[in-house]
């Protein structure tokens, strides 16, 4: 079982390789002219890029020359510099974006998703990401909890929802994924769960103790369902 994922981990980043190099090549092929490059960027959708971003959207692969750029925007106020290797249009940028820059691929998780769907009452001022390392920092005053996933999870889109260039899991995707990271962990609103999906999205952590785990909370679930119920 060990050795096929690992292999299903080889294919997926063999792809995305592929799908980034034919990406580049489309770019490469349709440079901005000088004093075009500044505009590209404010045109981009993006509020928020990486120096890779940038390299994409300039058609452009030598890093001096995009570092270089970028400084002279900066300097010159048309770009604001967010922290290194991460840029926006202005300091309007969207936030979950920001956070999902920094390190991919990732997606916003955790608290971040489960107390906006009312699965947690606790307000968090963190923004959560399950990305391949775990690490906390502060950029421009945002605090931000990277959570590593392993990488054949990670991988696997089931429950995560792309729109407006940010990837974020599902409220279902989100509990699983702290089941998955916290050995037990308080719950306050399972009622607003999908558990058609969550039994659906639960095969691709490929763990035993986190099957026993989400099937208690259902059996719990279930019963507070009865007693309310009862009492009506």
């Not at 929802?161 to 308080?186: N, P, V, W």
Request: net charge positive; no cysteine.
């Amino acid at each position: 079982m060990d050795s096929l994922l690992v292999l299903k981990d080889i294919m997926v980043y063999n792809v995305l390789e592929l799908t980034f190099k034919v990406i580049s090549s489309h770019y490469m092929d349709n440079k901005p002219v000088k004093g075009e490059y500044v505009e590209v960027l404010l045109r981009s959708s993006k509020t928020v890029f990486s120096t890779k971003d940038v390299a994409l959207l300039w058609g452009e692969e030598k890093e001096q020359t995009i570092s270089g750029r970028l400084y002279k925007y900066v300097k010159a106020g048309k770009l604001v510099k967010v922290r290194r290797g991460i840029y926006a249009k202005d300091k309007n940028y969207n936030r979950f974006e920001l956070a999902t820059r920094i390190y991919t691929p990732s997606y916003i998780s955790f608290e971040t998703v489960l107390t906006r769907a009312g699965v947690n009452f606790q307000y968090y001022g963190n923004i959560f990401v399950a990305t391949y390392v775990t690490r906390e920092i502060e950029a421009d005053g945002q605090k931000i909890s990277f959570v590593r996933m392993k990488d054949y999870v990670l991988s696997n889109t089931a429950g995560i929802e792309h729109a407006d260039g940010i990837a974020t899991a599902t409220k279902e995707r989100a509990f699983l994924d702290r089941i998955y990271i916290s050995k037990d962990y308080h719950f306050d609103n399972l009622d607003v769960l999908d558990w058609d999906k969550v039994f659906e999205i639960l095969p691709i952590y490929h763990n035993k103790r986190m099957g026993k785990k989400v099937t208690m909370y259902f059996e719990h679930y279930k019963s507070n369902q009865s007693n309310k119920t009862e009492n009506v």
